[in-house]
């Protein structure tokens, strides 16, 4: 069996060309990933680590005194079309109404803060207060409700929901 010859022999130029190709092929790869790795990139959730570690254990006593108040918050969501619409009822231990608070929401993409959204809440009556947040797609959310009076915080919750 003989081997046939090619026509164009292999020479150091002709090499050059094809290793110059392959690496061109792999470095345009390797940019354009950069490039969208980059461009979808949604951000830290915390810019220091450091800082938050620190703040852990005063998290944790605000815990225990909204613990120790016993309130009942209770916050229904739904979503209409784009809109989503918010009504938290808020009373003390005894059950009444937990009222001039000031009580902010927002629901927050586990997987990128990029789309997260924040109500405008009001209150409609003594310790009810409502609100909603325009173009809210479908998925799974966290809904955050927090309570200040003045400017301590004093209550805070975190709950997954998922919008229809």
Not at 148 to 155: D, K, L, M, P
């Amino acid at each position: 069996m003989e081997a046939k010859a090619s026509s164009r022999p292999l020479t150091g130029r002709r090499v050059l060309i094809y290793l110059v190709a392959f690496f061109g092929v792999v470095f345009a790869a390797n940019a354009a990933l950069v490039k969208f790795a980059l461009e979808t990139l949604p951000g830290t959730e915390v810019d220091s680590a450091y800082r938050a570690s620190l703040a852990f254990n005063a998290e944790i006593a605000a815990a225990h005194a909204q613990a120790q108040r016993g309130w009942h918050v209770v916050a229904h969501v739904e979503r209409a079309g784009e809109v989503a619409r918010l009504r938290i009822d808020a009373r003390d231990a005894a059950g009444a109404p937990l009222g001039g608070m000031g009580f902010t929401a927002r629901l927050e993409r586990p997987t990128d803060v990029r789309g997260d959204r924040g109500f405008v809440l009001t209150e409609r009556e003594t310790g009810i207060y409502s609100g909603q947040a325009a173009d809210v797609a479908p998925g799974q959310w966290e809904l955050i409700v927090e309570a200040a009076r003045g400017n301590e915080r004093v209550f805070l919750s975190r709950n997954r929901v998922v919008m229809q």
